[in-house]
């Protein structure tokens, strides 16, 4: 991509730079225990996929291993207690949703939102990596669109009993990534990652999964609009 050339040489020892990382890096490890947590749950909610999800909650922990050793490379401590309280509205709400048996906005919250707010992020962050950080999450891109599209395929193959679950799911948990993605603009950008690009790219990837799922053109803009005003 050109505009990557006019990047200024980013200093991946710098403090400045391993400031924004602790947190950033805090981030991506704890969107993966999330994900590894929520598959675990969903495997439970949905018995006869058990083996699949369990699978994919293994592939999570793998993840989250990676990442761990990212920030053990440019010897910073990642601030977990920022990523768990980043993470907050997200975990109440799916946990919310699991105690009541709604898997359609379990799948919505963890297949769609999550995957498509990581595979954005990741897909940004490639470019502009450090060479160790750049081979891990190249790996890990790969195994989230997997993971996209066990929660696409169920939804499609289950799309009118989900429709307007899906609907009020997304109306509560959208809005969420917006505010998400404005608390960590700053950081973001000490590592090289625009803030527009991020979002350009997560309603890409969201907009693409929610039209496969069955949505139709109107249905996907009037739904995508929900909280944009705040990003």
């Known amino acids: 991509m050109p505009q990557l050339e006019l990047t200024p040489e980013l200093d991946y020892q710098s403090a400045v730079y391993k400031d924004a990382y602790s947190r950033i890096n805090a981030i991506v490890i704890e969107g993966e225990e999330e994900a590894f947590d929520n ?8 018995p006869d996929h058990k083996d699949q999800l369990i699978g994919l909650s293994k592939m999570e922990s793998r993840h ?10 440019l010897s910073v401590e990642p601030d977990m207690a920022f990523a768990k309280e980043f993470f907050a509205d997200l975990h109440r709400n799916f946990q919310e949703a699991a105690a009541q048996g709604k898997i359609v906005t379990c799948l919505l919250i963890q297949s ?8 954005s992020a990741y897909n940004i962050y490639i470019p502009v990596a450090d060479d160790f950080a750049r081979k891990i999450t190249e790996g890990v891109v790969k195994d989230e669109y997997l993971h996209l599209n066990f929660g696409e395929e169920w939804l499609k193959a289950n799309f009118e ?4 679950e899906l609907e009020e799911a997304n109306k509560q948990n959208l809005p969420l990534v917006w505010r998400m993605l404005n608390q960590v603009e700053n950081d973001a950008k000490e ?10 790219d997560f309603m890409i990837s969201y907009g693409e999964a929610l039209s496969n799922i069955g949505f139709t053109t109107r249905d996907i803009m009037r739904m995508s ?5 705040a990003a």
Request: proline share 0%; net charge positive; glycine share 8%.
């Open 39 to 46: 598959y675990q749950r969903l495997a439970e909610l949905m």
């Open 64 to 73: 989250k291993k990676g990442f761990q050793a990212c920030g053990r490379n």
């Open 225 to 229: 609009a929900y909280g944009l005003s």
């Open 161 to 164: 009993a989900s429709k307007a």
């Open 191 to 200: 590592l090289g990652m625009e803030k527009e690009a991020l979002v350009e």
């Open 112 to 119: 769609l939102i999550i995957e498509c707010f990581a595979i």
